[in-house]
């Protein structure tokens, strides 16, 4: 199995608030973990992704931040949100293989205002 | 550093035409190139990997072509329908920094009854 779990599904913040999303998979071990921004018009960002638990890699410089607590779970936070901060966030997974197929959650909808 | 394209951003044809959606790269240093459907509101859906090694690959009605050493992907819908409704994004997986797909900023594709 390949699935993803994020929630919530919708979220809507006030600005200076702060933001806990969650991303729980099932199956294979040890996977890539990755967090991902798509904003309206934009096309998707890479934002964390995780190669083992403890294991962040920043891709953008912003007032997020990733932690992976436990091998199948990765969580994005903020302590006070921007209302850039609006978008859907998904979470993806590989197996780390360069060759891999990359599978994405059902993503979370975050209105910030 | 990679920059991928599709053209065109939206297109709307009548139910049963056949269609091409385009994507381009500008390094061919690649492992792989992946499509993707995304619903409104909804995550992405991976609909077809292509290895840098391979010339395509099908599934179903679909197609996926990948010419590497022009920097092009094409995904060949046939026989459309309502259904294939949807966004269409590719990803390259480059070699420099594989754990970073490159997304296209997508085809909105309507088909009309």
């Known amino acids: 199995s390949q699935t993803i779990h994020q929630w919530p599904a919708t979220l809507v913040q006030p600005v200076g608030s702060p933001l806990s999303l969650e991303c729980t998979v099932e199956g294979t071990s040890n996977p890539n973990l990755y967090w991902y921004r798509q904003a309206a018009g934009r096309g998707l960002q890479l934002l964390f992704y995780s190669v083992g638990i403890g294991q962040i890699s920043s891709e953008v410089p912003q007032n997020l931040s990733a932690s992976r607590p436990q091998d199948r779970q990765f969580i994005l936070s903020s302590k006070k949100l921007l209302l850039s901060d609006s978008g859907f966030y998904l979470c993806?997974?590989?197996?780390?293989?360069?060759?891999?197929?990359?599978?994405f959650g059902p993503g979370t909808r975050l209105t910030v205002l | 550093k990679q920059e991928v394209t599709q053209i065109p951003a939206a297109l709307s044809v009548p139910e049963g035409e056949n269609l091409v959606l385009n994507c381009s790269f500008t390094d061919s240093a690649i492992y792989n190139l992946q499509w993707f459907r995304q619903d409104p509101g909804k995550g992405l859906t991976s609909l077809l990997l292509?290895?840098?090694?391979?010339r395509e690959q099908t599934s179903g009605r679909l197609n996926a072509s990948l010419d590497k050493s022009s920097g092009r992907s094409t995904l060949y819908i046939a026989a459309s329908q309502p259904g294939d409704s949807a966004t269409y994004l590719c990803a390259v997986r480059p070699i420099q920094g594989a754990q970073k797909l490159v997304f296209g900023q997508g085809t909105r594709l309507t088909i009309n009854p």
């Open positions: 993806a997974r590989d197996r780390g293989l360069s060759t891999d197929t990359q599978y």
């Open positions: 292509i290895q840098s090694s391979q």
